[in-house]
């Protein structure tokens, strides 16, 4: 046999081995994904009834996980932290509950990442833009939770703007 025979049967060999190797690792690949889609539904139903959030009826969401009432409609767009306090002080003088506040960023955060991760329940509440917000010392702010530069959920909270909205809370 030939040298340059003996390179060509070489250059296929390593060629159809690379490819088997390729075709492994797909199936391996594969073999997870499938077993991912099986599993995943599985533990969402276990936390099912737990966790999540159900749409009371009366424009409010309960969040089953730690009580909290959400309420469902925004206010509109609001300028200034005393015009945002105000809705709320109007809100506990209409509404059923009189304890209605501006949630934390933190609570906010909360809000959105239960949606993002779709344990929103029967709820459906529009979380897109910048919404009001106190602190525990009273200094309040607006801003939004946008996604971040990387891949998945990641959030980062961007403050600013001086209007937003109002999703109060309760308790």
Known sequence: MSLCLQDKEKEIHSIITGELILMKQSLVTITLVLFLLVTLPGCAKLTKGKSGFVDLGNGICLNRANGQMWQIKRSKMISGLKAARAYVVQLNKTSKYHDWRLPTVYELYNLIFTFDIHH???CIIENKGKYWADKKNGEGMVGAWELGPECGI?????SGGGKGY???VRP
Request: charged share 25%; no cysteine; hydrophobic share 20%.
């Open 120 to 122: 929103n329940g029967n």
């Open 154 to 158: 990641d959030r980062q909270y961007y």
């Open 166 to 168: 109002v999703r109060a």
